[in-house]
């Protein structure tokens, strides 16, 4: 959307919501699958996100790998930062996949010692009595 995009639909979009989001657009509105505006409303309900810019990620990362990075550090699985994030399983896994080329890491172990190394994220209060 903030690259000019006038619609958005879903995968799995039928021949029918394909038509009436074209319709949309060209009459000057939006075309947005139901899924999406909820998506869209649940995102701008949300407090904004703790910045990562790729120009203060380490070893190239993007943003959304930063962030992925940020949040398995957290503790979060797959799906639960697929969740978060409004992205598929699938799109982590990739964003997991290119973190871990681009930083030489094997596992999650790893890219959680990587994010705290990194200054990426300190230890919570409710674990700091297991770090010391």
Known sequence: MKAGARGCLTKDAGGDEIVRAVESVLSGDAGLSPRIQRRLLERLSEPEPRPTESADAPDGLTAQETEVLVL???????????????????TVKTHIN???????????????????????????????????
């Open 72 to 90: 398995i550090a957290e503790g979060l699985s797959d799906q639960e930062i697929a969740r978060k994030l409004h992205v598929s399983t699938a």
């Open 98 to 132: 290119n973190l871990f080329a681009k930083a030489g890491l094997k596992d999650r172990a790893q890219a959680v010692c990587y994010a705290y190394a990194k200054g990426l994220v300190r230890p919570c209060a409710g674990v700091s009595h297991l770090m010391g």
